[in-house]
C-alpha cells in the first residue's frame, strides 16, 4: 500500500511539474493537537486454540505533533497535496496485573503511530474557506512486555477537514483547521501456541492544526 501512494505521489508532482509553474507549489509545516478513540478487544487463548477470555475496553487519548506537506495548484480554487508525519504518535501504556497465576507479573502494550501520510485535494473559495478530503495510511507498532512479540501492522483510512486561509503576502500563508479521520479495523497476535489476540476497531479522531506555508 506504501509503494501506491508513493507511486500516485510521484506521478501526480511528476504531472505538475509539466502543468503548473514554479510559483503554483506550496510547502508548509503543520503543527496538530490530535484526540485519537478506539475500541480495544483482547482475546486469549489456550495452548489447544480453545477461546479463554475476551476483554473489550473503548478508549481515547491526545497527543501533539508536526507535520510537512507539499502542494501542486490544480487550479485557482483547488490543490492536490501530500502531508507527512515525521514523528511517532504514542498511545499510553496499558497495564494488565496477575496474568502469569501468582499476580506478580504486569503485561504492558503500548502503540505507535508511524508514517502517517496523506494524499487530498483541498478546494478553497475567494474568501479563504475551504474543505479538504484525503485518503491516509500509518504504520502502527506495537510495543509489549511479559506477552511476547505482537507483529506490526498498517491501516488507511479517510480525512474530513475544514479550514480557514490567510494571505500574509509575498506568497506567506497561515492555515487553521479542524479535520474529522476514520481508519479500518486492525488485528495483531503474539504469535504464541496460547496466543493473546488484539482487535482494535472504530478508530477514529479529531485534529486541530494551524499551518504555516509558502507559495512559490
Request: a negative charge; aromatic letters at 10%; hydrophobic letters at 35%.
Amino acid at each position: 500500500m506504501k509503494k501506491i501512494i508513493a507511486t500516485i505521489v510521484a506521478l501526480v508532482f511528476s504531472t505538475s511539474a509539466y502543468a503548473v509553474t514554479i510559483s503554483e507549489l506550496t510547502v508548509g509545516a503543520t503543527f496538530n493537537h490530535s484526540v485519537f478513540a478506539a475500541e480495544g478487544k483482547e482475546e486469549n487463548y489456550t495452548h489447544t486454540g480453545t477461546l479463554e477470555t475476551t476483554t473489550k475496553e473503548y478508549g481515547a487519548f491526545v497527543d501533539s505533533y508536526a507535520s510537512i506537506f507539499i502542494e501542486a495548484e490544480a487550479n485557482e480554487n483547488v490543490q492536490i497535496g501530500f502531508s507527512y508525519t515525521p514523528e511517532s504518535i504514542e498511545t499510553p501504556q496499558n497495564i494488565n496485573s496477575g496474568e502469569s497465576g501468582d499476580g506478580s507479573e504486569e503485561n504492558k502494550v503500548k502503540a505507535e503511530f508511524e508514517n502517517l501520510m496523506t494524499l487530498y485535494v483541498l478546494a478553497k473559495s475567494d474568501t479563504g474557506v475551504y474543505g479538504k478530503f484525503g485518503y491516509s495510511l500509518m504504520d502502527i507498532n506495537l510495543s509489549t512486555e511479559n506477552v511476547g512479540a505482537y507483529k506490526d501492522t498498517d491501516t488507511n483510512g479517510f480525512e474530513f477537514a475544514i479550514g480557514y486561509e490567510h494571505e500574509a503576502g509575498d506568497g506567506v500563508g497561515i492555515r487553521a483547521e479542524l479535520a474529522y479521520q476514520m481508519f479500518d479495523d486492525v488485528k495483531a497476535d503474539n504469535g504464541l501456541t496460547d496466543k493473546n489476540e488484539i482487535t482494535v476497531s472504530d478508530m477514529q479522531g479529531a485534529t486541530a492544526r494551524i499551518s504555516l506555508l509558502k507559495s512559490f
